[in-house]
């Protein structure tokens, strides 16, 4: 069956630093995968989505990697802040429904 | 605030209870759905409705009872839960393909947090 594996510690890393997050897929490749970002007690909010035939996109101080080879997509934020702390979940396409990681915690440090 | 609302916010209940969750959405999508959201797990689809019609049923125990009136209203009936049905309830909506051919972006709500006793 189809996986999102997401690095379920807690990501720590010092303020304006590039935090680095790590999604990978089992089986087949999606055609595309998605970036969410969750506070807590809110929910979910759509960053970034990146196709199988592209290898970047980026949006802002944010940028997201797809690499087939590996299964595995990347998501960068670039000089980060505290107000960046949250919870990044990555989904894959299945049949128009989404398939879900459980999500790394990240906490940016002043 | 994301366009799609979710009351109430939060929702204690007994395990002989019956409560419903409601989610509103205007911003004209066709699909809405209902996630169930637990601690350190991914977040799990429940039911899918296109166009007011039921599309997909994961499966989901028959206490957990889906209503979809029209496109733009969801409930969530509630009856005769169990202690490990609490979680965070998350609405969401999309117009699949809107934005990127192919895609399915979602918008969620801000989440009904249910504890059951």
């Known amino acids: 069956s189809q996986k999102i594996e997401q690095n379920s510690e807690a990501l720590n890393i010092q303020e304006g630093k590039t935090a680095t997050l790590t999604c990978n897929y089992t089986?087949?490749?999606?055609?595309?995968l998605q970036w969410y970002r969750q506070d807590p007690g809110r929910g979910p909010v759509f960053l970034l989505l990146?196709?199988?035939n592209e290898k970047e996109k980026r949006k802002e101080r944010l940028k997201v990697t797809f690499d087939t080879t590996l299964k595995q997509s990347l998501f960068h934020i670039t000089a980060s802040q505290p107000a960046d702390s949250a919870t990044y979940l990555c989904?894959?396409?299945?049949?128009?429904?989404?398939?879900w990681g459980a999500g790394t915690k990240l906490i940016i440090k002043p | 605030e994301t366009g799609v609302t979710q009351t109430p916010r939060h929702l204690v209940m007994g395990m002989t209870n019956k409560k419903s969750l409601k989610c509103e959405q205007h911003?004209?999508?066709?699909?809405m759905y209902w996630y169930k959201q637990s601690a350190k797990k991914p977040l799990e689809l429940m039911f899918v409705?296109?166009?007011?019609?039921?599309?997909e049923n994961n499966s989901v125990p028959s206490r957990f009872s889906p209503e979809c009136p029209n496109s733009s209203h969801l409930f969530l009936h509630l009856h005769t839960l169990q202690p490990e049905d609490s979680a965070l309830y998350l609405c969401?909506?999309?117009?699949?393909?809107?934005?990127?051919?192919?895609?399915?972006?979602?918008?969620f709500g801000a989440g009904s947090r249910l504890t059951v006793l």
């Open positions: 969401a909506s999309s117009v699949p393909g809107q934005g990127a051919p192919g895609a399915n972006v979602l918008t």
């Open positions: 911003l004209g999508h066709n699909a």
């Open positions: 409705y296109n166009f007011k019609e039921q599309t």
């Open positions: 089986n087949y490749s999606p055609a595309y």
């Open positions: 990146i196709r199988e």
């Open positions: 989904a894959r396409d299945s049949n128009y429904q989404l398939i």
